[in-house]
C-alpha cells in the first residue's frame, strides 16, 4: 500500500504554530484515524523513533495517522504546562486531523506513559474521541512508586544468583542496601500530598475520573518489564474504584512479555504496532 507523508503547521487561537505529520494510505480501511500523542516533554519522533515505526506501519495496513509536537515541544511555539495540561494541543490536533483526511469520521488516540495519563485528564473528551489506547500509563507517587520497589524490585533481586553471589563474595553493601529498603517501606505507607489544581485531587484520582467518562472504545498495553507498568498495574489491582472503572470500562487489554517501558527493539515495536493496528481494525 502506498503511503503519503506530509508536514504541515497549523495554529490555535492564540497563533502559536504547531508542527504535524500525516502518514496517509491511498487506501483506508474503515473510517477511523490514529492520533499518537507522546508522554512527557518529548516529541513527534518518540525514544528509539518509535512513533515514526508505528505510524508508517498502521499506515501500511490501511489507518491514516497524525503525529504531532505539543506547543512549547519540538519544532512548536509556545511553551510546555506539562502532561497535565495538553487537552488543547489535542483537541486542536483531532480537528486539524480530520479537516485534513476527509475519509476518516473518528480518532483513535494512542498514548504512552504520560500520554496516556494525558487523554485521562481531558485529552480523549474531544467529540470525535472514539478509541483510547493507554500503553503503560503514569500515575506516579512517592508512594506507589516505593510500593512497586518493595514488591517487584526487590524480590526479584531475592530470586537472582548475582544477587546471592555478590552477599557471599562480601561484593555488597548489606547496610546501604538496607537502608534504601526501609526507605521504600516508609514512603510506601506513606500519602503523597496532593498538588493545588482546580480539581485539586491526585492525577491519578481524576485519571479514573476520565476513563469513567469516556464512552468509546479502551485498550490496555501493559510491558512486563518495566516499573511504571507495573505501577500501574498494583494501583488497578488494588484499589476498588479502578477495579471496578477498568472491569467496566477497558475494551480489551494486551500484556506482552519481555518488553520495556519504550518497546525498544524492533520485535517489541513491531509487536506494539501490530497489536494497535488489529484492535483498531476490529472495534470500528
Not at 98 to 119: K, N, T
Not at 145 to 160: E, F, I, Q
Request: charged content about 25%; aromatic content about 10%.
Amino acid at each position: 500500500m502506498n503511503i503519503q507523508e506530509t508536514t504541515f503547521t497549523f495554529n490555535d487561537a492564540e497563533q502559536n504554530l504547531r508542527v504535524g505529520i500525516i502518514h496517509n494510505p491511498d487506501q483506508c480501511i474503515g473510517n477511523v484515524g490514529l492520533l499518537i500523542v507522546v508522554g512527557g516533554p518529548q516529541y513527534r519522533i518518540g525514544a528509539h523513533r518509535q512513533y515514526v515505526h508505528m505510524a508508517r506501519h498502521c499506515a501500511g495496513m490501511g489507518i491514516p495517522v497524525m503525529r504531532f509536537d505539543y506547543q512549547g515541544i519540538g519544532d512548536s511555539d509556545g511553551s510546555y504546562g506539562g502532561f497535565e495540561h495538553v487537552s488543547t494541543d489535542i483537541h486542536i490536533a483531532i480537528d486539524e486531523f480530520l479537516d485534513r483526511v476527509p475519509d476518516i469520521q473518528s480518532i483513535a488516540i494512542w498514548g504512552l506513559c504520560e500520554g496516556a495519563s494525558a487523554l485521562l485528564l481531558g485529552g480523549a473528551e474531544h467529540k470525535s474521541a472514539s478509541h483510547i489506547i493507554l500503553a503503560n500509563p503514569w500515575v506516579r507517587s512517592e508512594s506507589g512508586l516505593a510500593r512497586a520497589y518493595v514488591k517487584h524490585y526487590y524480590l526479584d533481586r531475592l530470586k537472582s544468583r548475582d544477587f546471592w553471589r555478590k552477599i557471599f563474595s562480601g561484593g555488597f553493601n548489606i547496610k546501604a542496601a538496607l537502608s534504601g529498603f526501609l526507605s521504600n517501606i516508609k514512603k510506601a505507607f506513606t500519602s503523597s500530598p496532593s498538588v493545588p489544581e482546580e480539581d485539586n485531587r491526585p492525577f491519578p484520582e481524576r485519571m479514573v475520573s476520565g476513563l469513567r467518562k469516556f464512552q468509546g472504545k479502551s485498550l490496555l498495553i501493559l510491558s512486563e518489564n518495566d516499573l511504571v507498568a507495573r505501577e500501574f498495574n498494583d494501583l488497578i489491582s488494588t484499589d476498588s474504584d479502578w477495579k471496578k472503572t477498568i472491569r467496566d470500562k477497558i475494551s480489551h487489554r494486551i500484556d506482552i512479555a519481555d518488553t520495556d517501558h519504550t518497546f525498544s527493539t524492533e520485535r517489541w515495536r513491531l509487536k506494539v504496532a501490530e497489536d494497535t493496528a488489529n484492535w483498531i481494525l476490529s472495534e470500528q
